[in-house]
């Protein structure tokens, strides 16, 4: 898993506990603690997808558009890290004879896969308002 799902939810959480107020780049890098130029990017693909608006100019930035009661972290892991789990570099060569070098990159695929299957239902279990609401709990 890439750290853009954890910024893109933390932000999103954010924006979920200010609900009907803005808050721009630098206010949210500030409290994810990152650059915000790394947020713009995050909530670029967030706002693409609706998750969020925006307010361009003084006084503008960004603004909770989903609902966070039915907005879940797989729906944000789907938009942000999809796929993130296997690994970019592959292992073996399926060019070989021998039968561990040429099959186990096509079985450690399908166990990434079906990992990843497994991290989505539990992460479709858990919505923006609940992470905000064990946040909370903490306090």
């Excluded at 893109?8 to 915000?36: F, G, K, Q, R, Y």
């Excluded at 690994?87 to 695929?109: A, F, L, Y």
Aim: aromatic content about 6%; charged content about 20%; some cysteine.
């Amino acid at each position: 898993m890439n750290s853009d799902f954890v910024i893109a939810m933390h932000s999103l959480v954010l924006l979920a506990n200010i609900p009907d107020h803005m808050a721009n780049s630098d206010t949210i890098a500030e409290n994810v603690c990152t650059n915000p130029a790394r947020i713009r990017k995050v909530m670029s693909i967030l706002r693409k997808n609706g998750y969020v608006k925006t307010k361009e100019g003084i006084g503008g930035g960004y603004l909770l558009s989903c609902d966070p009661e039915n907005t879940t972290l797989s729906q944000i892991y789907l938009t942000i890290s999809s796929g993130s789990l296997k690994p970019h570099w592959c292992t073996g060569d399926p060019e070989r004879k021998c039968v561990i070098s040429s099959n186990t990159q096509s079985v450690m695929d399908e166990i990434f896969i079906e990992a990843e299957q497994h991290m989505q239902a539990y992460l479709g279990q858990i919505t923006i308002s609940r992470v905000l609401d064990r946040i909370k709990t903490l306090e």
